[in-house]
Nanobody, 124 residues
């Protein structure tokens, strides 16, 4: 069982930045693809970004490309999401997820473990 704990959410003005962190309990953290998803009120959960276990490959949803950066530190069992140029439409609960797989995926069903989520609110 992998436990994931997100942190770093909060309230920020449009154009600002936040960095989310997700700490994992798993010793073989580097074996896991890590993803970030988000869910806004009244909407379905959507893919944001993902990174391969080695960190060598990443993928982003179109709405966040060029603004968000996913990274990981396998020595610290932590994945990050740096969010710049934030917009009100980025407001959501952000979840990190771990998938025991090699290839990254934007499909939430391919992830095995989920964190509890952290709220990000962007004011206009």
């Amino acid at each position: 069982q992998v436990q994931l704990v997100e942190s770093g959410g909060g309230l920020v003005q449009a154009g600002g930045s936040l960095r989310l962190s997700c700490a994992a309990s798993e010793r073989t953290f580097s074996n896991y693809v890590m993803g970030w998803f988000r869910q806004a009120p009244g909407k379905e959960r959507e893919f944001v970004a993902a990174i391969r276990g080695s960190g060598g490959r990443t993928s982003y949803a179109d709405p966040v490309k060029g603004r968000f950066t996913i990274s990981r530190d396998n020595a610290k069992n932590t994945v990050y999401l740096q969010m710049n140029s934030l917009k009100p439409e980025d407001t959501a609960v952000y979840y990190c997820a771990a998938g025991n797989r090699y290839y990254i995926s934007s499909d939430a069903n391919r992830y095995d473990y989920w964190g509890q989520g952290t709220q990000v609110t962007v004011s206009s």
